[in-house]
């Protein structure tokens, strides 16, 4: 069974970092694509990132781009996302997700069947 628990975010300024992980506390991942999604006030969960375990590819949102990076390590069993440069818009509610599949469609939350609880990111000006 995936569990997925997720630690880090908080508050920091505009310009500043966060980090975010999410860690798999049910056994080694047996998902084949990890993704990041966020949703801020007022407004619908949206698609941040997205890792694919067997390739590494990489994907992300184009207002992320550049900023934010994910990256895993599978012998901790854990994703991370780095954001740097963060900016005020970055702030929501950000979301860890797993799917057992690879393929099209990374973008997409009604793709994935794994959910962490949330971790709240606020940047302030």
């Known amino acids: 069974q995936v569990q997925l628990v997720e630690t880090g975010g908080g508050l920091a300024q505009a310009g500043g970092s966060l980090r975010l992980s999410c860690a798999d506390a049910?056994?080694?991942?047996?998902?084949?694509?990890m993704g990041w999604f966020r949703q801020p006030p007022g407004k619908e969960r949206e698609f941040v990132s997205a890792?694919?375990?067997?390739?590494?590819?990489?994907y992300y949102e184009d207002s992320v781009k550049g900023r934010f990076t994910i990256s895993t390590d599978n012998g901790k069993n854990t994703v991370y996302l780095q954001m740097n440069s963060l900016k005020t818009e970055d702030t929501a509610v950000y979301y860890c997700?797993?799917?057992?599949?690879?393929?099209?469609?990374?973008?997409?939350?009604?793709?994935?069947?794994?959910w962490g609880q949330g971790a709240q990111v606020t940047v302030s000006s």
């Open positions: 997700a797993a799917r057992l599949y690879s393929g099209p469609y990374y973008d997409r939350a009604a793709a994935y069947q794994f």
């Open positions: 049910g056994r080694r991942f047996s998902t084949n694509d």
């Open positions: 890792i694919s375990l067997s390739t590494g590819s990489t």
